[in-house]
């Protein structure tokens, strides 16, 4: 079975742009989640979807939003770049929303902001 | 909130020698525990889980972690390590209710494991 995957690999965007980043869940899961992952502030939680609704969110700013299609893909944009943005974006599948499953992780996408 | 503390940056042993990393957490209620481990470029790997049950959780690669509810820890160990073992290992925790919580899975900093041949 396919891991999960995420594209771009890498992205360099300047300042003031703003981003999409892919996700492709392992077939069958319907729960995503999303983190970002600095040197500074380690892994933080971004947020979960399941069946397409909005589960949770992490304390970011609304320039960071996502979302689920109905085949469990999900996506995340990022408005307005900032340099503090830059970081590796994890992204994991569960099979199901429920919290004693463990989530599985992307490569996950380098984004570099200049 | 709840919240994960892995207190050492780096661990160095031996190759052969027995591994401990450790993790301490706080969460409301009967925490749910995970071990990850990450290795240089790539996303993070599942290792073992503690939902409930018996305290010592056995996961992959020989690892297993044992669940302390009064010190409210749950450390990692090996018996014997590997230099394949060499990776950052995260501790994380979840809310067991309905939904997982607003937090999501929680992480700890990350622990660099040095495994010396």
């Known amino acids: 079975k396919a891991g999960v995957t995420q594209t771009p690999r890498y992205l360099i965007k300047t300042r003031g742009q703003q981003v999409t980043l892919s996700c492709s869940p392992i077939?069958?899961?319907?729960?995503v989640s999303w983190y970002q992952q600095t040197p500074g502030q380690g892994l933080q939680f971004l947020f979960e979807?399941?069946?397409?609704?909005?589960?949770n969110k992490g304390n970011f700013p609304g320039r960071f939003s996502g979302r689920q299609f109905s085949n469990s893909r999900s996506e995340m944009n990022v408005s307005t770049l900032e340099l503090g943005d830059s970081a590796l974006y994890l992204c994991?599948?569960?099979?199901?929303?429920?919290?004693?499953?463990?989530?599985?992780f992307g490569p996950g996408t380098r984004l570099t902001v200049t | 909130a709840q919240s994960v503390a892995q207190p050492e940056d780096q661990v160095n042993v031996a190759e052969g020698n027995p591994l401990t990393v450790k993790c301490t957490y706080s969460?409301?209620?009967?925490?749910?525990l995970f071990w990850y481990v990450q290795y240089p470029n790539r996303g993070l790997q599942f290792l073992l889980k503690y939902i409930t049950g018996d305290n010592l959780v056995k996961g992959s690669y020989g690892f297993e972690a044992e669940f302390n509810k009064s010190q409210t820890s749950f450390h990692l160990k090996k018996p014997s390590a590997l230099v394949s073992d060499s990776a950052l290992y995260f501790c994380a925790v979840r809310d067991p209710r309905e939904g997982g919580g607003a937090d999501g899975l929680t992480f700890g900093k990350g622990t660099h494991l040095i495994i010396q041949p």
């Open positions: 077939s069958g899961h319907r729960s």
């Open positions: 969460v409301s209620g009967n925490p749910y």
């Open positions: 994991a599948s569960s099979l199901t929303g429920v919290s004693s499953y463990e989530q599985y």
């Open positions: 979807y399941f069946s397409e609704t909005q589960r």
